[in-house]
């Protein structure tokens, strides 16, 4: 079985950047639909970004502009970019896999995600 492993996550100050891994243990994994999802103490998961087999990305509203989700060529390292970070991105981060691409996968609802990794945690301070 693929196991996923995200690491990046830390403490930094508004305005700061970090960029997120998220490592496939098979070479070349891939999948219909790859993404990072995240939730802050007290509230629901949210999904921030995926990306599908045929790289159509989507966006959370409250992330669009300043995080960016990519992929490696050989699709075992999943990326996510934030920039121009703000106290309300705190979070732990997920990555995430799963088998329904186009608009099951742009919907970034977390059940259509089946593989989660650990978790790195984001911490934003003002």
């Known amino acids: 079985q693929v196991q996923l492993v995200e690491s990046g996550g830390g403490s930094v100050q508004a305005g700061g950047s970090l960029r997120l891994s998220c490592v496939a243990s098979?070479?070349?994994?891939?999948?219909?639909?790859m993404g990072w999802f995240r939730r802050a103490p007290g509230k629901e998961r949210e999904g921030v970004a995926t990306?599908?087999?045929?790289?159509?990305?989507s966006y959370a509203d409250s992330v669009k502009g300043r995080f960016a989700i990519s992929q490696s060529n050989g699709k075992n390292t999943l990326y996510l970019q934030m920039n121009s970070l703000k106290p309300e991105d705190t979070a732990m981060y997920y990555c995430?896999?799963?088998?329904?691409?186009?608009?099951?996968?742009?919907?970034?609802?977390?059940?259509?995600?089946?593989?989660w990794g650990q978790g790195t945690l984001v911490t934003v301070s003002s």
């Open positions: 098979r070479y070349s994994y891939s999948s219909s639909c």
């Open positions: 995430a896999a799963g088998p329904y691409g186009g608009n099951w996968c742009r919907s970034r609802i977390y059940r259509y995600l089946e593989l």
């Open positions: 990306i599908d087999s045929d790289g159509i990305t």
